[in-house]
């Protein structure tokens, strides 16, 4: 399975991101997909996640702002990121669960988000 994550970029606090994930290879064996990210000096932290019910799930700093979407029909999960602020700043990952029973979970390169003050 491979992960492409895109969208990313240079933004003002306050304004918004689209970043996308397109997965591709075996899809039948991933189930649910997370955002992840990292900020310098700084452990990667989960951001948001959907089940491939639809369950979506945030953390406590980008709720209400951030919303994890799917396109299963593109092979794509969407992170809309809204009131942008300078503690956003940092790589995002996107991230794949396996289904496959001690299989570590695919991730893909990254997208760097910067958020000016």
């Known amino acids: 399975v491979q992960l492409q994550a895109s969208g990313g970029g240079l933004v003002q606090a306050g304004g918004s991101l689209r970043l996308s994930c397109t997965y591709s290879?075996?899809?039948?064996?991933?189930?649910?997909m997370t955002w992840y990210r990292q900020a310098p000096g700084k452990q990667r932290e989960l951001v948001a996640a959907i089940s491939t019910g639809g369950i979506t799930t945030y953390s406590d700093s980008v709720k209400g702002r951030f919303t994890i979407s799917s396109d299963n029909a593109k092979n794509t999960v969407y992170l809309q990121m809204n009131s942008l602020k300078p503690e956003d700043t940092g790589v995002y990952y996107c991230?794949?669960?396996?289904?496959?029973?001690?299989?570590?979970?695919?991730w893909g390169q990254g997208t760097q988000v910067t958020v000016s003050s």
């Open positions: 991230n794949a669960k396996s289904k496959q029973f001690g299989r570590p979970n695919y």
């Open positions: 290879g075996e899809i039948f064996s991933i189930s649910d």
